[in-house]
């Protein structure tokens, strides 16, 4: 056979390495670990971790979260609740087919406000704010749970607490006029007047891009009662873990749910607990999952 | 013990284990790679891809080779993502669209793994494993095997040869990568990462409502995403996924994983150029740079400053439980200090400052300890450009490893340094003149300018890490990041083998008195000294405008 050019012979050894080194790393490789993963004690986590009833019907896994919401998306109060989650799919939240976060940034204060007419449901250009989402979550869960939902640049309506200041000299000089962005009219601002300027609401469709945006701190405490973990999203949205904080500000409403001791009920969250691995890997953890089949197994919903 | 607390504890067991390897580690790829006979595997291999394993290659040779390997790879994983549809173990998915297809063929060919698809909903098994984790594995061999080509240029003497690429290609992939990846595929298994042939699960809720449960072969793909510092996974995700990393341990694995090769490249170095002190002075600059990023990522992460992070009290949007904020801080630093971009959090949803130092972490070239292989190279051109410095300073011709930097070699390590802030902010200028992609911008103001700014950065660095609310579909934003990925890869490392043509044909000058000596901690402070100088240079003004601006409101 006459020699190939250079060009051409290489491309061709580019193409047979490509397609040797697939069958490798590409076939064998997987397969070989997939064999030694039939191995007992390997083989169930290999699966997925699967959890199943007594029927044998899969019921979840233990490391994929659930919500435990109902139809409308409620909170079903005999079940402990897990984190907020973005990953909501045609099953509602916590669909792994989606798995995602909010990826709003730190300084994602200002809500897009929904025309009067249409509604936060019914206007698709508006959207909340990752501040005011906190801010509502967290009042949510403080009334659930009856506790003190307030935080930090949220006023007291469950909004973030953010105004648009207008300045003189565009960023400089005397305050002319000062709004509150995510209240929109006729709700009657969280702060009356700012630096002797009366607040106001603010108005759907008016142009307030020249404001210098300006969180309001308040007076709630720095450490609120409602748990961090509690108010934020997780970065799969399929978080199966809620902080033992939250877990214990939950109890008292499951026991009175499920017709329970207090004490007996943290025994469970105790079960599904784990520490730092090593003392020092990661943070405390209540499965979230595994707590809700214990609790159904030991205090049965009527 | 403080969340801060355990999180110092788990950088200082990290750095236990790095040093642990550095030497066992790095002296086995050095045998790999300077193994003078064959053995029976590699010359059958040889004999099926049709490569005579003893001619070893000029410098354009050998990046002929890379070029070609990188063309084909690209070719055959487009042509098997479009043709998913007509394949069995596909889940049901058809062939992935046109644009998506091209975009993720570069993106895992050229070693940065940017997530633009949704694993869980457009790529099935066959896909997945016998395409993205194919690519996962070769990108890093190609990537370590460049490396070995420029260590020998300064290694060897009056020659033209570097070393056969197949050879370095086919004994990274069997003797380095694939070990380790077996070894922590089944570790991963045995924390809960899944293993299965299966395509979807349906759960019955405690409520009563469905949950569709995903399998897939991921345990094998998360070892080589992380360990060939790659980064693209099997869900959208990543590695916040709790069936990608289930617990606190496996995301310890997993920082070690992206780690460990880099961090053992210096040993390589120092053994292949006959001096262990080089290869710890390397290590040093790498070491030094990481550990006070790592030290920034996770100070503000821990301190929370922002309004939503002080609204919440913790920097806790987008991370997980069971992670906690210090070990995601980690895992963020890692991941853009090397070029993986795997994440276990959403850098997005970072404080400004965090999320700024990481984006500083990718514009440093990532070289601190950068990818696998990626980060050798770049780092030993920013020596070149040290000792070339510290010669102007004394009047002297600059050596490095006793061959002279003269002008070819310090044109070539000039441009290497100038591609990426090149690609970055003339992309990023480019992409903000047009009104239209201002729309991309998921959040207003400095944040929003942080968005965009990350992405040329992570395309052009080859990461693949990004602020993900950025909206990077557009065919404009698919097109550019496209490229940026393409000429970020590819330019540096033919200039790197060009500037390991130059150093091989050299003959040693001899060491005298005035030599500058390239082990001592005088020169690790200067290169230090040399990359953050250039790089604040470089980038200050559009760090000023997006991240700093956004931190200080």
Redesign the interface.
Known sequence: MARLPR?IA?????????????V????L??L???A??QIPG?DA???????Y?EDG?????S????????ADGEA?LA?FQS?PSM?AGE??D?????????????????DALPDPALGWDGDENASKS??TQ??ERSYAIGEREGVDGS????TDTGV?AVLGVFYSEGTTGEVTRVVSLNEPCDASPFLPEYEGVQVECAEYGADYAKAI?T?I?GDAP???EVP??A?????????????PEYAALQIPRIAAERGADESAVRALVDDAT?G????????P?VNVVEL??AL?GAYPRS | ?S?TT?GV??IA?MIAALAATYRPLGDHIFRVVTRERHNRVERG?YK????RPDAEQRWTGYA??VL??S???LV?LYLLQRLQGSLPLGNGFGGVEPGLAWNTAVSFTTNTNWQAY?G??TMGIVVQ???L??QN??SAAVGIAVAVALVRGFARKATDKLGNF?VD??RV??WV??PI??VA??AL??????????DF???????G???????G?I???EA?KNLGTNGGGP???NA????EN????T??ILVYLILCIPFSMPRVFGRMAGDDRQGYAIAAVMGVIAIVSTGLVVGFESFA????????????????????VA??GVFAAATTLTSTGS????H?????FG?GVLMLNMMLGEVAPGGVGAGLYGLLVLAVITVFIAGLMVGRTPEYLRKKIGAREIKLASLYFLVTPALLLIGLAASLAVPANLESM??????GL??MVYAFASASNNNGSA???FGANTPWFNTVLGLCMLFGRLLPIVLVLALAGSLAKQRPVPATAGTFPTHKPLFVGMVVGVTIVLVALTFLPVLALGPLA?GL?
């Open positions: 060009w290489t491309h061709l050894a580019a193409l047979r390495a490509v397609l040797v080194l697939t490798i790393t590409g076939v490789y997987p070989a670990v997939l030694v993963a390997l986590k290999a699966e997925g971790s699967l959890l009833d019907n899969v019921v979840g896994s490391l994929i979260g659930q919500s435990y919401t109902d079903v079940y984190r990953a099953d509602g916590y669909d792994p087919l989606v798995s995602g976060a909010s990826n709003l940034g730190p300084e994602n204060v200002v990752l501040l906190v801010c935080r930090p640049y949220c973030g945006i969180p701190e720095a450490e609120p961090a973990d108010v934020t999203a997780s970065g799969s949205g399929l978080d199966p873990h809620i902080s784990t730092r691995f090593l003392g020092f890997m990661g943070e953890a809700n089949l159904d | 013990m969340e355990a504890v788990f067991a291999l099926a891809m049709g490569v002929r080779s070609a390997f063309a084909l790879s055959l949704s869980e909903s494993a016998a395409g984790s194919v594995f070769v197949w290609l086919t992939t069997l990568l694939l990846a077996s595929a089944v298994v045995a924390g809960g990462v899944v293993q299965n042939l299966a699960t349906t759960a019955q809720t405690a409520t409502g469905d949950q569709t449960l995903t399998g072969l345990a094998t793909q080589i869900f959208n995700a916040s996924h709790p069936f289930p617990t606190s341990w995301n310890f400053n922002g309004t939503v992070p002080q609204a919440v009290a913790a920097a806790m949007e987008g991370k997980e439980v069971r992670f906690g070990d995601s994440v276990n959090s959403f997005d949803s970072f404080t400004s999320g998921q959040d207003s103001g400095p944040h942080s968005e602020f993900a609310g956004d409101q």
